[in-house]
């Protein structure tokens, strides 16, 4: 699937549903998440209950559409090489795309959201794996996973900025099924922990100029 490189080079973008969906939306069995629906036939993804509140702080974090910064580029070339996937990215999840902070071996700088597994990610604070795409009924008739890349695996750790408020995901991908061990998830849920807490500087800094710049006025 091909998406351009910036806010404006977007080709896949989502119109908004005439109507939505409720859904049950593991693992926890009891909350409810609304699901975006484009066209009878196309893909859904469950949308968190405090979204709105989740987009303020993403927005807030000035990070989505941002520059490339060596941080988020080391962190991802290293959960690639100890996961040992020709794949990684760090997906931050907006209100109608998933773009790539940083990523490592993947052309791609963005997609449309409804082929962000990260949408499923965001859900909770677990780890979340899914051992091969094509046989999950969520993401089998994904374009990720029938075209290029191919993704057949999926890791993901939620990048927590706050309780329940979830911007996206660490990931680690491959083009074959495979699965991780209880410690290859600790590790994994470690940095996408890390990566929460960066995000919390970076917002806290730009929140502290903003401040500065009103009292200079």
């Not at 351009?4 to 989502?14: H, K, T, W």
Request: glycine share 6%.
């Amino acid at each position: 699937m091909s998406q351009g490189c910036g806010r404006d080079g977007q080709s896949d973008g989502i119109l908004r549903p005439e109507a939505q969906l409720r859904v049950e939306a593991k693992p926890r069995p009891l909350e409810t998440f609304s699901v975006s629906v484009r066209n009878p036939g196309s893909l859904m993804y469950p949308v968190p209950p405090n979204e709105a509140a989740r987009l303020k702080i993403l927005d807030e974090t000035g990070m989505l559409y941002s520059e490339p910064s060596y941080n988020f580029d080391r962190l991802c070339r290293l959960a690639a090489d100890l996961f040992e996937t020709p794949m990684a990215t760090v997906s931050l999840i907006g209100k109608d795309v998933q773009w790539f902070k940083a990523k490592f071996g993947l052309d791609l700088c963005m997609t449309a959201r409804e082929a962000a597994f990260c949408n499923y990610t965001i859900l909770h604070d677990d780890v979340m794996v899914v051992s091969d795409a094509l046989q999950d009924y969520r993401f089998k008739r994904n374009p990720l996973v029938t075209g290029d890349p191919g993704i057949r695996f999926y890791a993901g750790a939620p990048i927590v900025f706050s309780p329940t408020l979830r911007l996206g995901s660490l990931c680690v991908l491959d083009t074959r099924p495979r699965s991780l061990s209880a410690l290859q998830k600790r590790c994994l849920k470690s940095m996408g922990e890390s990566l929460g807490t960066e995000m919390r500087l970076i917002y806290s800094v730009r929140m502290m100029h903003q401040t500065l710049r009103r009292n200079a006025c």
